[in-house]
């Protein structure tokens, strides 16, 4: 089994080498410039679409949920754990230098993900019970001119996402809700597992409209709650923090390997802080991965664009908003290369519980458990959603989605009570190798993705008047 745990461990590092971190940011930086920084230019615009009235209703176009429920559904699928243990991991493995990294990866993710959503409710279709079925899987059948190989590329995106779901959508979410309340309030991980199976089924169950119910309340409260507190504990250590983002700034382009000042005994070089920003940055956001498509291909809407714009701000929330906070918080608190009792060095939500405790005492871990398990959680919903329709693309029918349904609730119990790192790393895997179709599917559209978005701009020229 260790050799096993350890061969999978191997073929991680490999999949998340150099090559597949180019290969993302680098669609993401072709693709910025062949649409003429449009993304970013009209970013205002998306953030206003996104807080609009009329993205909450159903008004324009077709669809199953409103534009901000489908952004809501795929924000639950994205902010998760990743935010607050993966921003900790990437700072203590590749130093504080990795958030440079991950606003450099967002930043030119916005595009890739603008890019999948929009393509998703282009090529989206109706299944038999009337509900949309969309995503990556759908635009490379029926978007590829070389119709064989989109067969070949939509055949392998919907596999390595039903794996994806169960792994890095459900299991590790489930393993970060049950760590997370043992440490914090003691409570056996078999109890937890019990509960997240059950509150699962009874929303699962009712399929993307009691899913999209959920995300559309819970993600805004929970995240602009644990804003809130990572503002406090930034404010807090408010002394620090000139110091702390200038470290952040040094340790992210220095090319000799640099330690010391705020951040204890973790020494660390732009090629790590590179490799575990940019890693942990698309972990968290999932720009380029395509999983966000399929829930945006859900989104009631009259232009693909525009709810291309609505989706890609999914990444400025996620990367921008929250991740920064939470490496905000760690940088300005010092306790980056803490120890615990036994002299291990603090990693994960251990020192983001760290980080808060500095201001908020005891009620900081509380607190960043709290937004571990709802977040983990509305993953877990999200990510449902993602594999149930890959699941239903694989087998041609909608038939069979309700035994997905309980069999993926079901799987979170082992999730909540079986240990990390082969499931961290095997869904690591499948997650990397979903972005492989997706990007090659993105390239060969890139020419349609740039004319669709420069035929859609005199719309929004219009709402500057």
Known sequence: MERFAEIVSKVD???????????????????????????????????KSTLSKEARTKS??????????????ALAATIGTG?????????????PGALVWMWISAAFGLTSKFSECMLAIKYREVNEKGEMSGGPMYTMKKGLKNKKLGAVLAWFFALFAVIASFGIGNMTQGNSISGAIKATFHVPTGVTGIVITVLSLLIIVGGIKSISKVSSVVVPVMAIFYVICGVIVIIGNIANLPAGVAMIFKMAFSVKAVGGGLCGTIVA?????MRYGVARGVFSNEAGMGSAAITAAAATTDNPVRQGYINMTGTFWDTIVVCTITGL??????????????????TGSDITIAAFQTVLGSGGGWLVTIGITLFAFSTILGWEYHGEKAFEYLLGTHKYNMVY???????????????????????DIANALMAIPNLICMLLLSGEIAKDIR?????IEKTRE
Do not use: H, K
């Not at 935010?83 to 130093?95: D, K």
């Not at 070089?269 to 802080?273: E, I, L, T």
């Not at 309980?406 to 909540?416: E, M, N, T």
């Open 13 to 47: 590092d490999f999949v998340w080498g150099p090559v597949m971190l180019v290969l993302l940011v680098g669609t993401g930086i072709f693709l910025t410039f062949r649409t003429r920084f449009l993304t970013w230019r009209n970013l205002g615009y998306a953030l």
């Open 60 to 73: 324009r176009g077709e669809g199953d949920v409103s534009p901000f429920s489908a952004l809501t559904t």
């Open 455 to 459: 035929d859609f701009q005199p719309e």
């Open 405 to 427: 349904r309980v069999v993926f609730s079901l799987i979170a119990y082992f999730g909540c009570t079986q240990t990390l790192s082969l499931v961290w790393n095997f869904s």
């Open 83 to 95: 935010n607050i243990v993966g921003v900790a991991t990437a700072m203590v493995s590749g130093g």
């Open 329 to 346: 918080a760690i940088a300005s608190s010092g306790v980056l290369g803490m120890t615990d009792a036994d002299g291990a060095l603090l």
């Open 269 to 273: 070089s732009m090629m790590n802080a």
